[in-house]
């Protein structure tokens, strides 16, 4: 079993829907999650952190943990044909001041006119 | 300016040439680390770096090594290069403060092994 896991995708939703990407993750440790958005042939931009169970909103962008079922999700509200990009779900791997972050394969979302 | 830096950003080479990434920051972070991404995967862990005296392997280390010269440097380095370490590579940077862990990225090396 990988560490965080991703559906690959491709998500395809209509501009204006409501995106729901997830991602589990194996060690029951891990506190800090991250979400990170990456365009094709660019580097990985931060989206959002979440460190508390439950949700997280910063302008379309909905984090939600669930840390008993060891989830964490995203949601694009509103979607644009801008946040076409590959979401990758990153995590702090046990309680250890590492920094250490894994990240999972990424969900491609394509968000069509 | 960028705040993470990375030379150069395309690089086409030989099998068997050695190879150094550069990677240079001015966020201030102690922690710098390097990635490697493959078609379609996600990043996997080269090396990182807490400070200039404290360097780790990753996941992937074999074939790499690193130098970290000053707080603001850390540089990759492929000794001998095979084609299948063909990638994008990114360098990122940490602190500890608030936000604490996350991590931003450079803008990437693609590299090219022939």
């Known amino acids: 079993q990988k560490e965080v896991e991703q559906n690959s995708g491709p998500l395809s939703v209509p501009e204006g829907a409501i995106a729901s990407l997830n991602c589990t993750y194996s060690?029951?440790?891990?506190?800090?999650f991250f979400w990170y958005r990456q365009y094709s042939g660019k580097s990985p931009e931060l989206i959002m952190f979440?460190?508390?169970?439950g949700d997280k909103e910063d302008g379309r962008f909905t984090a939600q943990l669930n840390k008993a079922s060891q989830y964490v999700s995203l949601l694009i509200r509103d979607s644009q044909p801008s946040d076409s990009a590959t979401y990758l779900c990153a995590v702090k791997i046990g309680s250890s001041n590492t920094g250490k972050l894994i990240f999972g394969q990424g969900t491609t979302l394509q968000v069509k006119p | 300016d960028a705040d993470v830096t990375q030379t150069p950003r395309n690089r086409i080479t030989k099998t068997g040439k050695r190879i150094m990434l550069e990677c240079s920051q001015t966020?201030?972070?102690?922690?710098m680390y390097w990635y490697r991404q493959d078609p379609g995967l996600g990043l996997q862990l080269i090396y990182y770096s807490f400070d200039v005296k404290d360097i780790n392997k990753g996941e992937i280390s074999d074939g790499y090594s690193v130098s970290r010269q000053a707080q603001a440097k850390f540089s990759l380095s492929l000794e001998s290069a095979i084609p299948n370490q063909t990638a994008l590579y990114f360098c990122a940077t940490s602190d500890t403060g608030q936000g604490r862990d996350t991590q931003y990225f450079g803008p990437g090396t693609r590299l090219t092994v022939l």
């Open positions: 966020k201030g972070h102690d922690r």
């Open positions: 979440i460190y508390s169970n």
């Open positions: 060690d029951r440790g891990s506190q800090s």
